[in-house]
């Protein structure tokens, strides 16, 4: 039996405060890192390659553990699950900060990992068993979309100013009082759910083969980048990681008691939703990245002037999701949102891909930060109601986890194709002669165009989902009974009304 979400509306928004501020902190994380990573090779020794294993070891863990932990949530309890994960977290946070050796950073690095996926995995599902009311849910999930975007450049800015200010131990030691404070508020403040207990069955063999099978896929997509995509390494522990999933798809069609709810995956909004997250987050990640390799290779911006020019996309973000993406979803339907958000998104990378070698900041940099922002702050917040349109709450802590899966894939695919892409671009052009600049300025514009083809097709999976649910909203308006008068709104298709009829 699931606890029941709390009573008042402000203990509500109160347990949602808890919920982000843990969220922000684990997103931060996984950017704070890179910033500082120069400093941590030099005291620690690190190599080249060995350095990428401080990155590697989280992403692997987190990547990896998502699907399993939201399942997880759902049988033991979602609030049992983010906090013993809130612990972990910030646990292994301390012992990165003391670490004085390379073995031990890279161990508590994937326990960070492990204790980030435990957390992040249950967040969505329990938003959306505290707000039920749609309305609610909509500014919940928007909300929620914007501190998620918000973590990566709050990550970058933070980053730079504590490893250069202090040193770069405080970038893990600056987690224990804000994982101290969310875990000890969670108690009291987030409904205790009792889950649907193991009696319900774990399908062990299915935990192992997608848990593997993630793990091995993250592995192999970020090493990509060392091995090359034609490499026997790559090739060899991709087609493992892709038999191990697909023995797991096999496997949840004949377990007595899934991983995966068969429900969830004949959702199709759910399989829309994640499908477009993978699409859209690869797209907006290589912007990210690669943009800012344009403003330091290129325009000669300094790390944290490259920052501060991105600054506006969280700005905008911001006033978007958290002003107008709950109102517009309410009125319009999530995939309608979806594909506006996902338009300008597309837009942004083709004026990316024509951007010239003396960019003006304020003539040909703002105005992408201003349609980046606008289209995730419409887009995130739509694809989240999507991903978590499940049919019943017993299943949110999975809806979760697989949403959060679908963007840490998309980013990790998004980054190693689109890298690789304007590497390979950049080498034929010094090879036709083309100074270092222009083959630079060449091989990310063929990126940047490559990303926008990617997100555009995220947009045409939108569109075919708005298609749908105005015949969804048609066919119930059809059948609605003569005589009576209602008002629904789903968040995910938009207002429905049936009329009063004499």
């Known amino acids: 039996m699931l606890g029941m979400a709390p009573s008042t509306g402000r203990s509500r928004w109160l347990a949602f405060a808890v919920l982000c501020s843990a969220q922000l902190m684990i997103i931060i994380d996984t950017s704070i890192v890179t910033v500082a990573l120069r400093s941590i090779q030099r005291d620690l020794g690190f190599s080249q390659s060995g350095l990428a294993w401080v990155v590697n070891a989280y992403t692997i863990a987190f990547?990896?553990?998502?699907?399993?932990?939201?399942?997880?949530?759902?049988?033991?309890?979602?609030?049992?699950?983010?906090?013993?994960?809130?612990?972990?977290?910030?646990?292994?946070?301390?012992?990165?900060?003391?670490?004085?050796?390379?073995?031990?950073?890279?161990?508590?690095?994937?326990?960070?990992?492990?204790g980030g996926a435990m957390a992040a995995a249950v967040v969505m599902g329990i938003v959306v068993t505290i707000f039920r009311d749609p309305r609610d849910q909509a500014k919940a999930i928007a909300a929620f979309s914007f501190v998620s975007a918000a973590g990566g450049s709050i990550g970058v800015l933070a980053g730079g100013v504590i490893t250069e200010g202090i040193s770069w131990h405080w970038i893990f030691f600056i987690n224990a009082p804000f994982g101290i404070i969310a875990a000890v508020l969670a108690v009291p403040l987030i409904e205790t759910d009792r889950g649907l207990g193991l009696r319900e069955g774990v399908d062990a063999v299915g935990a192992v083969l997608v848990t593997a099978g993630l793990m091995l896929g993250v592995y192999t997509i970020v090493k990509v980048s060392e091995n090359g995509w034609v490499s026997a390494h790559t090739l060899g522990f991709g087609a493992v990681a892709v038999v191990l999933i697909a023995g797991f798809i096999v496997r949840q069609a004949t377990a007595t008691a899934p991983l995966v709810p068969p429900r969830i995956v004949r959702s199709p909004d759910i399989l829309g939703a994640n499908s477009a997250q993978v699409l859209m987050i690869?797209?907006?990640?290589?912007?990210?990245?690669?943009?800012?390799?344009?403003?330091?290779?290129?325009?000669?911006?300094?790390?944290?002037?490259?920052?501060?020019?991105?600054?506006?996309?969280?700005?905008?973000?911001?006033?978007?999701?958290?002003?107008?993406?709950?109102?517009?979803?309410?009125?319009?339907?999530?995939?309608?949102?979806?594909?506006?958000?996902?338009?300008?998104?597309?837009?942004?990378?083709?004026?990316?891909?024509?951007?010239?070698?003396?960019?003006?900041?304020?003539?040909?940099?703002?105005?992408?930060?201003?349609?980046?922002?606008?289209?995730?702050?419409?887009?995130?917040?739509?694809?989240?109601?999507?991903?978590?349109?499940?049919?019943?709450?017993?299943?949110?802590?999975?809806?979760?986890?697989?949403?959060?899966?679908?963007?840490?894939?998309?980013?990790?695919?998004?980054?190693?194709?689109?890298?690789t892409l304007a590497a390979s671009r950049t080498s034929r052009l010094i090879a036709d002669g083309q100074s270092s600049a222009a083959a630079l300025t060449g091989g990310y514009h063929f990126a940047f165009g490559v990303a926008g083809l990617v997100v555009a097709s995220a947009a045409a999976l939108a569109a075919i989902m708005a298609r749908n649910a105005s015949v969804r909203a048609r066919r119930a308006d059809a059948t609605a009974v003569p005589g009576s008068v209602s008002m629904t709104v789903d968040a995910t298709e938009g207002p429905q009304r049936a009329d009063s009829q004499a």
């Open 63 to 114: 990547g990896g553990l998502l699907l399993l932990s939201g399942r997880l949530g759902d049988l033991l309890g979602r609030k049992r699950v983010f906090v013993a994960g809130l612990v972990l977290f910030t646990g292994a946070s301390m012992l990165c900060g003391v670490s004085g050796s390379q073995e031990l950073l890279i161990a508590a690095r994937f326990i960070q990992g492990v």
């Open 282 to 419: 690869a797209g907006t990640f290589a912007f990210n990245f690669l943009g800012a390799l344009f403003l330091q290779q290129i325009l000669g911006y300094s790390p944290v002037r490259a920052s501060f020019a991105f600054l506006p996309i969280a700005l905008i973000l911001a006033i978007v999701s958290l002003g107008f993406a709950a109102r517009l979803i309410t009125r319009f339907g999530s995939p309608a949102v979806l594909f506006s958000g996902l338009v300008l998104i597309a837009a942004t990378l083709g004026l990316a891909a024509r951007t010239p070698m003396d960019a003006n900041y304020f003539v040909d940099i703002l105005p992408m930060t201003v349609t980046l922002g606008a289209g995730s702050g419409l887009a995130m917040p739509a694809i989240m109601t999507l991903a978590m349109k499940i049919s019943t709450p017993s299943d949110a802590g999975t809806a979760s986890g697989l949403a959060g899966t679908s963007g840490m894939i998309g980013g990790a695919l998004g980054l190693a194709v689109m890298s």
